[in-house]
């Protein structure tokens, strides 16, 4: 699952947008700048949807990184097995 799609699903909004918005984030531009002068690339969303979006982002990287880290440690452990690591690979898929 893409942060698009995580984001998409929290917030019913279309993945094109969402990628937009995204793009212009990791480009560090500002949800205040990208409100004013951007809204012809987001479809008009508002400050209070782009700071969703934002946080939405956070959150799903948060969550990679601490899905890397679990299979990391249970690596080290020697008890991670093919069947566990899909299982904590796919958490975001219900």
């Keep these: 699952m893409t942060s ?3 984001i998409g699903q929290n917030l019913a909004l279309p993945a094109q947008q969402i990628n937009r918005v995204l793009v212009l984030l990791q480009a560090d531009a500002t949800v205040p700048f990208i409100a004013r002068y951007r809204k012809e690339l987001t479809g008009n969303l508002d400050e209070v ?4 979006i934002q946080k939405l982002k956070k959150q799903f990287e948060e969550l990679q990184k601490r899905q890397q880290t679990i299979v990391k440690a249970l690596t080290e452990q020697k008890i991670l097995t093919a069947d566990l690591e899909q299982k904590i690979l796919n958490t ?3």
Excluded: S, V
């Design 4 to 6: 698009a799609q995580f």
């Design 49 to 52: 949807r782009l700071y969703q």
């Design 92 to 94: 975001f898929e219900a």
